[in-house]
């Protein structure tokens, strides 16, 4: 039978085109998000400033020995007199400490940021001077050759850079030019000790080596050397060291596991759904010829192999095609996280042979498994039936079919539960399997819910003027299937774009009104310098017209467990703030539930009232924790604070907290006026500090809150662009079964010419099917969608409607009903075009 199915596959192009798209789009996609998967494990990030550095030396982000490995979001970072041990390891050329912090160029607002190093590391990029002189003291600097031309610097200009709060002139001695030729610039080793904010130590320590030394044996031997070690050290050699560099590799790259996973099961649904419809429909088509070759002695297991041997084919070539544009749509799909911020850009796309195999293998097994399904049916059809020219289908349901499809809703009904169960931030991460468990539900029972929405809207069908509404209704109640296979795109494209659309336009407006609670003060005090010193603080609260100040410092921090689990101990993430208890419920909505907000002095914490409970904890006891940077510090509770469920922040004071961040700077200072106080006069005021202070910014609430808003919407839009691939890639299915389903029925539209009906007639009776075929998978669709949506509000927003313009849905709806029409009448034309006489006789 393989012979047969390779001669037939040129006598039926059209069904196999639309298998053979949704396998190639379907196989594309997989391997892409294979990719990522892969990237997301190696996380590698090729080292670009300490690339001449075999071996590099830093902190070790990793919070070792629990249940889920979590990432230190601080920088730990090594004493800088360590550097003097390594150099002293056999293979060690020298070891260079190296620093990095960022400075702001205070000259034209063209420059920007740029990041500032020691003079020493210099040597690891490597950077050579092209003019001028390394930095001799403390007034001197050197400036990367690209910065320089775009802030129109030369040697023996002056320069103010603002950095680690202050404001300071510097003359350039020397122009460098690197393979890291980006925003770096370089002062003398003492100076930018002094600057980072870290004296005693360096973010890394970069070792050049002797010729000839092997990096692995001798990232062994440092290993050993720093045995016993109090700081938690990391070794890294190859693609590793880029981690050094910037940390966020190692604390971001791995939410391309979860990202990668989510987009690829959503694509691998797609695929098996289109491709099982699509095949179905090129079954049915063949029903007469298949009836012939089980009337003329061919078996039912022949006839599957033969089915499956041309599905094969289709699904290899398919494959073989997709292993070129996958990978490159993986990087591209890479690319567009990073400038989105939800990946490093530092991260490097690394995909080896496992996604090309995992993305070929699914589609080979989608294919097999789709095609099995469809010969099922076919085979077990007797010969005289399937060879009548028309009549009711017998078997349109199994119920293996229906077993399925009943599990899937029971699990999707567990997963709805959870997900209202859920904290806010979490209820995302479980509605999106939701979602894709509904969707296989209602696909699975696609047929009984078609017939179901089809005896309903019979009756207004029925009551159109002419003969089209009637006969639509005949023919839907005659092949169920069909019109199941053809609503299901529709329900696919409907149901993923407005689960997916509302979902994150819902998890945003719970982000945003979190973030509008806490926010109490009418202004909030930056820098330009990079953040503002504890004497700033003083300041601003000593000007006229404030009423209260408190400083603000994000960050993440960890209560830890004293209940040993098997697999190690389960610290809770929490999210931190350092703050100044003078002025703090004045500045912001945080109110004491129990204990009292003004006892935050000294190592204390106040907790979210659930953390607090669940830990069996009560005002006074002692609290065992982990700051951002991993530093463990026993704090006493002294307050516990109400919050909205999974937006609960822990409060520490700020004292304790800058020393353990990168920058040992407070952020922003939160102010609120005195009563009556013009605020554009107070705004003035605060920023108007030359020569008595860093360069201060002053924010309204309003603009705080919009540039959070703005914020947020960056990250939406990886949520959207995943949401454009996989529903774009329905919406193709959609066109595709469309076209499928009305070629299919070349024969019936003959007929009905033959016996007098018009084109007109035709195009009218097939118009009603298309409004039908999309009104059944609109609601289908819509009814996915609400099951997932309704406990997710409930979840994130306390209430049961979704967060979101109404332009959406319209949208969604309008598109999804205009390609069903537009596709089917299009089609229908084209055929109509064939004379009855000659399609008949064929």
Not at 134 to 155: E, K, S, W
Not at 471 to 477: E, I, K, S, V
Request: with cysteine; net charge positive; proline share 5%.
């Amino acid at each position: 039978m393989t012979g047969l199915a390779l001669r037939t596959l040129r006598f039926h192009k059209g069904g196999f085109i639309a298998s053979f798209l949704a396998l190639f789009l379907g196989a594309v996609l997989v391997i892409a998000c294979g990719g990522l998967l892969e990237t997301g494990i190696h996380q590698a990030a090729p080292p670009q400033r300490l690339a001449a550095a075999p071996v590099v030396v830093t902190g070790d982000q990793r919070y070792h020995d629990t249940v889920e490995e979590l990432v230190f979001p601080e920088r730990i970072r090594p004493a800088a007199a360590l550097a003097d041990r390594l150099a002293k390891v056999p293979g060690v050329r020298a070891a260079v400490p190296d620093v990095s912090f960022p400075v702001t160029l205070d000259r034209t607002a063209a420059t920007g940021r740029a990041t500032g190093h020691g003079w020493s590391s210099a040597a690891l990029a490597p950077y050579r001077l092209t003019g001028g002189a390394p930095p001799a003291g403390a007034g001197q600097v050197v400036v990367g050759a690209a910065l320089a031309d775009r802030a129109g610097l030369r040697v023996g200009a002056r320069v103010d850079l603002l950095a680690h709060g202050t404001a300071k002139r510097y003359t350039v001695s020397g122009i460098a030019r690197g393979t890291d030729d980006g925003d770096a610039l370089f002062l003398s080793d003492t100076e930018a000790a002094r600057v980072s904010g870290h004296p005693r130590h360096a973010d890394s320590i970069a070792l050049l080596t002797t010729p000839g030394t092997d990096p692995g044996a001798l990232a062994r031997d440092v290993r050993g050397a720093l045995a016993g070690s109090a700081t938690p050290l990391a070794v890294l050699t190859g693609d590793a060291r880029g981690r050094a560099e910037d940390p966020a590799v190692l604390a971001d790259g791995g939410d391309l596991i979860p990202l990668a996973a989510a987009f690829g099961g959503l694509a691998v649904l797609v695929t098996v759904f289109v491709v099982a419809g699509t095949l179905g429909l090129s079954i049915r088509r063949r029903e007469r010829e298949l009836a012939l070759l089980r009337a003329v002695g061919s078996t039912p297991g022949q006839l599957r192999r033969m089915i499956v041997a041309e599905t094969l084919v289709l699904a290899a070539v398919a494959t073989a095609l997709a292993c070129v544009p996958g990978p490159r749509a993986g990087r591209w799909l890479l690319t567009a996280f990073a400038d989105a911020d939800v990946v490093p850009g530092s991260l490097a796309y690394r995909a080896g042979q496992v996604p090309l195999i995992v993305g070929i293998g699914t589609a080979l097994l989608t294919a097999v498994c789709a095609a099995l399904v469809a010969a099922h049916g076919a085979a077990r059809t007797r010969p005289t039936e399937a060879l009548a020219d028309a009549g009711p289908q017998r078997r349109w349901f199994s119920a293996a079919r229906t077993v399925l499809g009943v599990l899937c809703l029971a699990g999707g009904t567990a997963l709805a539960l959870g997900t209202a169960r859920s904290a806010g931030p979490d209820a995302g991460g479980v509605a999106t399997p939701a979602a894709l468990v509904w969707t296989a539900g209602f696909g699975l029972l696609g047929p009984v819910l078609a017939r179901a929405c089809t005896a309903l809207l019979s009756r207004p069908l029925g009551a159109l003027p002419g003969l089209a509404g009637q006969l639509a209704a005949a023919n839907a109640r005659a092949r169920t299937s069909r019109l199941a296979a053809a609503v299901m795109p529709v329900m696919l494209a409907t149901g993923l774009a407005l689960t997916l659309a509302y979902l994150q336009t819902t998890q945003s407006a719970g982000a945003e009104r979190a973030f509008d609670e806490s926010l109490r003060a009418d202004l909030v005090v930056t820098s330009p310098s990079g953040g503002l010193t504890p004497g700033t603080l003083a300041a601003v609260r000593a000007t006229s017209g404030v009423a209260a100040a408190t400083a603000q410092i994000p960050g993440t921090g960890y209560l830890e467990s004293d209940r040993a689990r098997s697999a190690g101990p389960r610290p809770t993430e929490l999210a931190l703030r350092g703050v100044t208890a003078e002025g703090l419920e004045r500045t912001t909505s945080y109110r004491a539930a129990t204990g009292s907000l003004g006892a935050l002095l000294g190592r204390t914490v106040a907790l979210p009232t659930a953390d607090a409970e669940a830990r069996d904890l009560r005002i006074g006891d002692p609290v065992p924790f982990r700051l951002g940077d991993g530093s463990p510090v026993t704090l006493k509770l002294v307050a516990t604070l109400d919050a909205r469920r999974g937006y609960g922040t822990a409060l520490v004071p700020a004292a304790l907290m800058l020393a353990h961040t990168d920058s040992g700077l407070i952020p922003q200072i939160m102010v609120t006026a005195a009563e009556n106080t013009d605020r554009a006069a107070l705004t003035a005021a605060l920023t108007d500090r030359s020569g008595s202070g860093p360069v201060l910014t002053v924010t309204s609430r309003d603009a705080v809150a919009a540039a959070y808003s703005e914020q947020d919407d960056t990250q939406a839009w990886m949520a959207y662009l995943v949401l454009a691939a996989v529903v774009g890639y329905a919406v193709i299915a959609l066109v595709n079964t469309q076209i499928l389903a009305t070629t299919e029925r070349r024969r019936e539209f003959a007929l009905q010419r033959l016996i007098g009906a018009t084109r007109g007639q035709v195009l009218r009776m097939t118009a009603v099917e298309s409004v039908l075929t999309a009104a059944v998978g609109i609601a289908l669709g819509t009814l996915v969608a609400a099951c997932t949506l309704v406990p997710a509000g409930l979840s994130i927003l306390g209430s049961a409607l979704p967060s979101g313009s109404p332009l959406i849905l319209g949208t969604v709806l309008a598109a999804a009903l205009g390609l069903t029409v537009s596709a089917t009448l299009l089609t229908t034309g084209a055929v109509l075009r064939t004379r009855p006489g000659d399609e008949a006789a064929a």
